[in-house]
């Protein structure tokens, strides 16, 4: 037998968490037209035009509906695009983002 105490070794494994994901949300106003809004979400998020048509309608009857959750930057990126894509053709358009619970 040895004398030699053996001292069991720890590892710590570096913990990496999920980035924070944020939601897309469409904003009804009574001013943008419906067919455009649908030409957005189907350029910007590559929805079908079966699924635009369902957020458009959504946002439409709710006020508010959630387009996509992505992580922070590409949300950010994304709304800021659809709702510039609006300003340019004279819509009052909105994206806003706000982090998933």
Request: proline residues 6%.
């Amino acid at each position: 037998m040895s004398d030699a105490v053996t001292v069991p070794r720890t590892r710590t494994k570096p913990k990496t968490e999920r980035p924070k994901l944020h939601k897309v949300i469409l904003v009804n106003d009574d001013f943008t037209p419906r067919e455009f809004v649908v030409r957005v979400l189907e350029a910007e998020f590559r929805l079908s035009e079966d699924q635009a048509y369902r957020v458009m309608i959504t946002a439409h009857r709710r006020g508010v509906c959630v387009v996509a959750v992505f992580t922070k930057d590409v949300a950010e990126t994304k709304a800021t695009r659809a709702t510039d894509a609006g300003k340019r053709a004279g819509y009052p358009l909105l994206f806003t983002t706000e982090p998933e619970e």
